[in-house]
């Protein structure tokens, strides 16, 4: 019995990295393709797998879309939780997060911001989309009150995610920092 269950292990865990290696290529392929470029096909060459084994984890293209915003929205959300519940000036590592956008975490950014836009298309994306906006005003109804103080620290962030994907946006925490806490206290 024990040496059954040894191999049903060992199995569901080579089953688990399969999946989360599909679900990194399809990032990948976001990140340099758009979601547009995103088919079992191309997902698979750039896994190196078959066609097949894409489809047998993830049945539609939606089901691979939704998995791999999910990944992102829970790497977000993990943040934003980890800022919040650091106490602190709460805005600067909302910033410091943003900021990332422009360098090392560009990619996952990117992924995330290319599955967000895609999502207004396919509603099975999104509650995933709207996760990381909801953590955000999470964080902004920690320090106020307001729902249009709320609401725009949420618009901000956003924004500014956005500019700095563009190239738009200079990557200085300090102004980001600043912008944010103009957006929630209104220039008061």
């Not at 088919?39 to 190196?48: L, Q």
């Amino acid at each position: 019995m024990g040496e059954t269950t040894a191999v049903t292990d060992g199995r569901r865990i080579r089953g688990e990295r399969r999946r989360a290696e599909i679900i990194d290529a399809t990032l990948r392929v976001v990140h340099r393709d758009g979601a547009a470029g995103v088919t079992h096909r191309t997902v698979a060459r750039e896994a190196g797998v078959t066609a097949s084994l894409t489809t047998y984890y993830f049945a539609t293209l939606d089901d691979l879309l939704v998995a791999a915003l999910s990944t992102v929205a829970d790497h977000y959300t993990a943040r934003i939780r980890a800022v919040t519940a650091a106490g602190g000036d709460t805005l600067r590592g909302l910033a410091e997060l943003l900021a990332e956008s422009a360098g090392p975490g560009r990619e996952r950014a990117l992924a995330e911001r290319e599955l967000s836009t895609l999502a207004a298309r396919r509603p099975a994306l999104r509650p995933l989309a709207r996760r990381w906006r909801e953590e955000v005003a999470g964080l902004a109804r920690a320090r106020t009150d307001d729902p249009a103080a709320v609401e725009a620290l949420v618009a901000a962030s956003d924004g500014l995610c956005a500019s700095l994907l563009l190239g738009g946006a200079e990557a200085d925490v300090d102004h980001l920092h600043a912008v944010l806490g103009h957006a929630l206290t209104g220039g008061r």
